[in-house]
C-alpha cells in the first residue's frame, strides 16, 4: 500500500490550500481503513492533526478544530485536508497515514509553510 501525499505550499497568514492523500496498492477502498494527517514542525515531535473513520465520522486536534476540514472521495480513494486560516504556527511537514486492521502505513510528506 501506498500513500503518495501532495497540495503543500507556501501561503499568507490567512491563506487556505488543500492538500491530498491519494492511497494505492490495497485491496480494499479508503472507506475500509482510518485514514489521518500529522505534521511536524522544524525540531518537533510529529502531532495528530485531524483523522476519518471507516464511516466517515471525523475528529480534530484541538489546534485546527475550525480551521481545517478532512473528508475523502472514495471513486478517487483520496483524502484531503482543508486548510483554511493558515497560521505560521501551522508550518510544517504534513503526512497522511492509513491504517486498517493491524497494518498502517505513512505518506511521504508535504511542506506547508505560512508566511507572516
Known amino acids: 500500500v501506498q500513500l503518495q501525499a501532495s497540495g503543500g505550499g507556501l501561503v499568507q497568514t490567512g491563506g487556505s490550500l488543500r492538500l491530498s492523500c491519494t492511497v494505492s496498492?490495497?485491496?480494499?477502498?479508503?472507506?475500509?481503513?482510518?485514514v489521518a494527517w500529522y505534521r511536524q514542525a522544524p525540531e518537533k515531535e510529529r502531532e495528530w492533526v485531524a483523522r476519518?473513520?471507516?464511516?466517515?465520522?471525523?475528529d480534530y486536534a484541538d489546534s485546527v478544530k475550525g480551521r481545517f476540514s478532512i473528508s475523502r472521495n472514495i471513486a478517487k480513494n483520496t483524502v484531503y485536508l482543508q486548510m483554511n486560516s493558515l497560521q505560521p504556527e501551522d508550518t510544517a511537514v504534513y503526512y497522511c497515514?492509513?491504517?486498517?486492521?493491524?497494518?498502517?502505513?505513512w505518506g511521504q510528506g508535504t511542506l506547508v509553510t505560512v508566511s507572516s
Open positions: 497515514r492509513a491504517a486498517w486492521g493491524t497494518a498502517f502505513a
Open positions: 496498492g490495497s485491496r480494499s477502498s479508503i472507506n475500509a481503513k482510518h
Open positions: 476519518i473513520a471507516p464511516g466517515g465520522s471525523t
